[in-house]
């Protein structure tokens, strides 16, 4: 019989028991017992239960990426043949030249946009990404974020939804990658625009006792519970009706995580059911280089 326990040191054990009557005749003249420690085998078991465990995820995260890539490639693709097909057509309105051309522009950023992701994740897998630090306003920073996520609330028909700064960094420098860091922002504002349909969005900047943050908050669908701890992994999504409902390859918040990594940051996931999901970025506080009067 086997059996489980924690030791004085705090550590966990495991041992196996067993008795073996020693019989003269019909008659038990003494019983041996034994107590074997077993506990180098059995956390091979569970060693090997986990890599198990690991490799049948990561297969299905290469299988879902595969069928997702093929959708997100091709989806913008056929559109760019088609519309642009049409715009070539002798005798088009001007209006529908323009409403074409708008469809033809959003398709191919959108194609653009998945290749650009595809190389970022490859490039961090491999270690090729360089930082190029600079020395600049967080004002600047998260203004251009905000421009950047009412134009994407209103590509998307969302103007309804409430997009707002919140904290002072009026005077805050920082010196880091200003490109880099934003892309990590703009990541975290698109899920967030993707996911919520009503309420509002808080791009929200402070500059900590020990760490300087970003946090994106939104009121939207939230991420599930049971599936958090698989967030920044690359080509990771909610869940299959994720994947149907918005598209994507599951590389934003695996590409954010590898960025802010390297800035010797990094990501903190806070989801409340379908209750909305904040996301903080968190960069030592060293980064931030003075507050102008």
Same mark, same amino acid.
């Given at each position: 019989?086997?059996?489980?326990?924690?030791?004085?040191?705090?550590?966990?054990?495991? %041992?196996?028991?067993?008795?073996?009557?020693?019989?003269?005749?019909?008659?038990?003249?003494?019983?041996?017992?034994?107590?074997?420690?077993?506990?180098?085998?059995?956390?091979?078991?569970?060693?090997?239960?986990?890599?198990?465990?690991?490799?049948?995820?990561?297969?299905?995260?290469?299988?879902?990426?595969?069928?997702?890539?093929?959708?997100?490639?091709?989806?913008?693709?056929?559109?760019?043949?088609?519309?642009?097909?049409?715009?070539?057509?002798?005798?088009?309105?001007?209006?529908?030249?323009?409403?074409?051309?708008?469809?033809?522009?959003?398709?191919?950023?959108?194609?653009?946009?998945?290749?650009?992701?595809?190389?970022?994740?490859?490039?961090?897998?491999?270690?090729?990404?360089?930082?190029?630090?600079?020395?600049?306003?967080?004002?600047?920073?998260?203004?251009?974020?905000?421009?950047?996520?009412?134009?994407?609330?209103?590509?998307?028909?969302?103007?309804?939804?409430?997009?707002?700064?919140?904290?002072?960094?009026?005077?805050?420098?920082?010196?880091?990658?200003?490109?880099?860091?934003?892309?990590?922002?703009?990541?975290?504002?698109?899920?967030?625009?993707?996911?919520?349909?009503?309420?509002?969005?808080? %791009?929200?900047?402070?500059?900590?006792?020990?760490?300087? %943050?970003?946090?994106?908050?939104?009121?939207?669908?939230?991420?599930?519970?049971?599936?958090?701890?698989?967030?920044?992994?690359?080509?990771?999504?909610?869940?299959?009706?994720?994947?149907?409902?918005?598209?994507?390859?599951?590389?934003?918040?695996?590409?954010?995580?590898?960025?802010?990594?390297?800035?010797?940051?990094?990501?903190?996931?806070?989801?409340?059911?379908?209750?909305?999901?904040?996301?903080?970025?968190?960069?030592?506080?060293?980064?931030? %280089?003075?507050?102008?009067?």
């Amino acid at each position: 019989m086997d059996f489980e326990f924690i030791d004085f040191r705090k550590k966990r054990k495991w %041992i196996r028991t067993g008795a073996q009557s020693i019989r003269e005749g019909e008659e038990v003249v003494a019983v041996l017992g034994y107590i074997t420690d077993i506990t180098r085998e059995k956390q091979e078991e569970i060693d090997l239960k986990r890599a198990k465990e690991k490799a049948e995820e990561n297969d299905s995260l290469k299988s879902a990426f595969l069928n997702n890539i093929s959708r997100e490639l091709r989806t913008p693709m056929n559109s760019i043949l088609g519309f642009s097909e049409i715009l070539i057509r002798p005798g088009l309105e001007e209006q529908q030249r323009i409403t074409y051309t708008r469809v033809l522009h959003k398709s191919i950023r959108k194609l653009l946009e998945t290749v650009e992701n595809t190389l970022t994740i490859a490039h961090l897998q491999t270690h090729q990404i360089v930082l190029n630090p600079i020395e600049f306003p967080v004002e600047r920073l998260l203004t251009d974020s905000l421009r950047e996520a009412r134009v994407k609330l209103s590509e998307q028909e969302k103007n309804h939804i409430g997009v707002q700064l919140v904290g002072d960094c009026v005077g805050v420098y920082l010196r880091a990658d200003f490109t880099k860091l934003q892309t990590c922002l703009n990541i975290l504002i698109d899920n967030a625009i993707k996911f919520t349909e009503k309420g509002r969005i808080e %791009i929200a900047f402070e500059a900590g006792e020990s760490d300087v %943050i970003f946090q994106i908050s939104d009121t939207g669908s939230g991420f599930p519970e049971d599936k958090k701890h698989i967030a920044f992994q690359a080509f990771a999504q909610g869940d299959d009706q994720v994947r149907l409902n918005h598209g994507g390859l599951g590389l934003g918040l695996s590409i954010c995580s590898g960025l802010i990594h390297l800035m010797r940051g990094r990501l903190e996931l806070e989801t409340k059911g379908k209750e909305g999901t904040r996301i903080r970025i968190l960069l030592n506080k060293s980064m931030a %280089i003075h507050r102008s009067a």
